[in-house]
């Protein structure tokens, strides 16, 4: 059940996507969705190695895990907020 519900919305984060506007906004784009994914997996492996006590590779694994999730429920919602102004 958890994987179809997760198929979905990465689905529906993907829907919205105009192909010609990430071609022409290439650099940006780049930026605004690797950087705060690469923020996102870090803060969490350093969040599990110190107040959860694991190692760093698992925390890592953890935060990478979450971090690529996280956009795929976002992305709708900010679409939604940018449809409405």
Known sequence: MRKVALCIIM??????MD???LETNGGPVLRLTCIPWLFDS???MVGCWIFMGYDLLFG??????IATCSPAV???GMMDL???N
């Open 60 to 65: 890592l694994t953890v935060g990478l895990i």
């Open 11 to 16: 689905s529906f984060a993907g829907l919205g």
């Open 42 to 44: 870090l803060s969490m």
């Open 19 to 21: 192909s010609m506007v």
């Open 82 to 84: 940018n449809e409405q």
């Open 74 to 76: 976002i992305v709708p």
